[in-house]
């Protein structure tokens, strides 16, 4: 019970958190350097009085600094520190600052692919640990055997605590046919591995026919080509004679919005509103479906609380619509948009630029989704990823009520 509640409390996380921990004085000093230089801090000072009285309260740090500090000063280091710094101080969860070192292969996790030994990570903030929440089905960490609930200690004899997830998300990563050491800690008993590492293809889009004609598809992120492969496998379900469908959202994170939308768009009527974006200043915008649906049976969408994001565009559309019946339980609530954008150095910031609605105007952020048939998972289910279909009572549900209709 104790090890469901764990794994039920840390939320997947598709994407590599890069966030720079960096003290107030380095931070103070950096963000002087970078504001006073040419390019894009200039042009945000010159709009603000408080930026203005902001590079006068670093100029008297920097000169405590010149005057004082001993050692020597990576004015870089500084400036990547005191932009992160900067970001992080905005409180929210979802913006950050990424490094143009960092940058490609936060694009590489997005798209879906990049090369490393094939792990999803989470940050235990009770024990500071690094934890794995699962590996990347036919990758070396899954054929090497690690499980989830497994605490990543040490890569390359290097040790890392849970707040250093990034830098150890990082090392782990490299080139392909290199290897990389895991420490890990199971239990009681440290356990060593090496790895190689494989270029990963981290979300397929994976599907069956289950008793009675009914489809399974199910994914785990809106990756790049996401919408294409469910198209692909659907397509390939429908040849083997399916007349209903589940889509199984469960542990979705979410991903790429477009992604969603496109799925969406094969499932409801030409011109229906898929969501509702909302700008800082209250600005809509309609996202409508563009073709006609090419599936029409009956669907159910499999959520519980890991279910977010683009995940939760998709259900609350087809819910909104009458196109699906949602099983399981509510889902994360996120329900906010990022924008990605790249500076003229090559960095990167997302960034929270919009909040979504569902067709009927339902706010989702913080709140989530209810599902239709709420059915919770049994207390012999000890990890929400790997469930036993003899215990999984949602998939159960979730055929029952495509056999009644």
């Known amino acids: 019970m104790e090890e469901q509640k764990r794994f039920k409390t840390y939320k997947i996380i598709m994407l590599v958190v890069l966030v720079a921990f960096v003290t107030f004085l380095l931070t103070s000093i950096g963000m002087y350097q970078y504001f006073t230089n040419d390019g894009f801090g200039k042009s945000l000072i010159a709009k603000s009085d408080a930026n203005e009285e902001l590079v006068n309260t670093l100029d008297q740090y920097r000169r405590i600094i010149d005057k004082y500090y001993l050692g020597d000063i990576d004015e870089e280091q500084l400036k990547e520190g005191a932009i992160s710094g900067y970001i992080d101080g905005l409180g929210d969860e979802y913006t950050e600052y990424i490094s143009k070192e960092d940058m490609s292969d936060y694009m590489a996790d997005t798209t879906g692919n990049f090369v490393g030994v094939g792990v999803y990570m989470v940050q235990d903030t009770e024990a500071n640990r690094i934890m794995v929440l699962s590996p990347i089905k036919g990758g070396p960490a899954e054929k090497a055997g690690l499980q989830p609930g497994d605490y990543i200690t040490a890569v390359d004899g290097v040790e890392y605590s849970g707040e250093q997830m990034t830098e150890a998300s990082n090392k782990i990563k490299g080139e392909e046919g290199t290897t990389v050491k895991l420490e890990v800690l199971r239990g009681e008993e440290t356990l060593n591995f090496e790895l190689t590492r494989e270029n990963i293809r981290t979300n397929p889009v994976e599907g069956e026919v289950l008793d009675g004609n009914i489809g399974y598809i199910t994914f785990s992120s809106f990756d790049e080509g996401t919408a294409e492969e469910f198209k692909a496998k659907f397509e390939e379900l429908q040849g083997q004679g399916i007349t209903s469908l589940i889509i199984d959202l469960r542990n979705n994170g979410g991903g790429i919005v477009d992604e969603a939308l496109g799925i969406a768009n094969y499932i409801l009527d030409k011109d229906s509103v898929i969501l509702y974006e909302v ?32 995940s939760e565009i998709l259900a609350g559309a087809l819910k909104d619509h009458g196109k699906a019946t949602i099983v399981g339980t509510k ?3 996120k329900g906010v948009i990022q924008q990605l954008l790249t500076l003229p150095d090559g960095s990167g910031l997302k960034i929270t630029s919009e909040k979504y609605l569902t067709p009927n105007r339902t706010e989702i952020n913080k709140i989530g989704i209810e599902p239709d048939e709420e059915v919770e998972l049994p207390d012999t289910v000890t990890n929400v990823l790997d469930v036993d279909r003899n215990e999984d009572t949602q998939l159960q549900k979730a055929i029952e009520v495509l056999n009644r209709d």
């Open 279 to 310: 700008d800082k200043n209250n600005n809509e915008t309609e996202e409508k479906t563009t073709d006609d649906p090419i599936i029409n049976m009956p669907i159910v969408l499999l959520t519980n609380e890991n279910t977010a994001s683009s």
């Open 331 to 333: 889902t994360y609530g």
